[in-house]
């Protein structure tokens, strides 16, 4: 099996642990103050750990340009976007929601790198599309007399946070090409995306005023999660297609489901919510065997 396989799997069983963490943060914060708290610290850690992992050699000023670029919208935009899609729509059904970033990879790698599409990517890309579909009719908690929980327009956060996560792969990849080096496209982008949500969210935390501190943790779990599966898909990105690693990464809510169901009482996964699953995870299955 090819490297860059486990680690885009890795990635995706981190992302999807880092929505379900999330969960329990947002009992205490809301989004906007959550993110405040774990993309700072993620940006943290990358720092932390530059000295020993951090190699300069063959850098590329184009390159860092570029991962500069695409920190100023990701993972920021993405995280706030999710973090407010969770909250309104639950773990399972935003995380489903947001794996069609691999849709929005599929076609900027295909207008930017020159990646050839073929008749499995598009069947795949249907069945992505169909699960969107089903979700988009309502999540019934279990049973019929229970009302959907959010509305149409609401599908607005998780798929925002899949498109800019999407054309983030593909950027990040061609950068990639240039310096051929995913902890400094980490590290960078990080550092951007840090300072930005500061400033993003400043408000918000000065409403929040004295915040409920037991946030704390539960939002430095989410950084350490999401950071790390950032920089394996980044490193999966620079040896594999996006057209395979990024269907592979979108696999993170069969993580979200499993963790959900063992830790989350209130989550409640209907029939109409478990087709959608399905069918987004048959589309990505058939991409990847591409």
């Not at 930017?112 to 169909?130: C, H, Q, V």
């Not at 951007?192 to 400043?202: D, E, G, K």
């Not at 989550?267 to 919510?273: D, P, Q």
């Amino acid at each position: 099996m090819h490297a860059s396989v486990v680690l885009a799997a890795l990635s995706a069983c981190l992302f999807g642990a880092g929505v379900v963490v999330a969960r329990f943060g947002l009992r205490y914060v809301n989004g906007q103050v959550g993110a405040s708290i774990s993309i700072p610290f993620s940006c943290l850690m990358f720092w932390v750990a530059a000295p020993f992992l951090l190699d300069t050699s063959g850098a590329s000023a184009r390159a860092a340009g570029l991962f500069l670029v695409v920190g100023l919208f990701f993972p920021t935009a993405t995280t706030l976007f999710l973090f407010e899609s969770i909250r309104r729509m639950g773990p399972t059904v935003a995380g489903s929601l947001s794996s069609t970033a691999a849709v929005f990879a599929i076609f900027t790698a295909i207008l930017f790198l020159g990646e050839e599409p073929n008749w499995r990517i598009a069947l795949g890309t249907a069945a992505i599309l169909a699960g969107v579909v089903a979700f988009s009719g309502g999540a019934r908690a279990g049973h019929a007399q229970v009302p959907r929980r959010w509305a149409n327009w609401e599908l607005a956060f998780p798929l925002g946070s899949a498109a800019v996560r999407g054309l983030a792969q593909t950027l990040t990849k061609f950068g990639i090409a240039w310096w051929h080096n995913p902890y400094a496209a980490s590290l960078i982008g990080y550092t951007i995306s840090a300072i930005v949500v500061l400033i993003a969210t400043r408000g918000a935390v000065r409403r929040a005023g004295r915040f409920d501190r037991r946030a704390y943790p539960w939002f430095m779990g989410v950084g350490a999660c999401n950071g790390l599966g950032l920089f394996l898909m980044y490193t999966a990105l620079g040896s594999g297609q996006v057209g395979v690693v990024s269907p592979i990464v979108t696999t993170s809510p069969l993580f979200t489901l499993l963790l959900s169901w063992l830790f989350i009482r209130d989550e409640r996964i209907s029939a109409r919510t478990a087709v959608g699953v399905g069918l987004t995870l048959l589309g990505i299955l058939v991409i990847i065997r591409h």
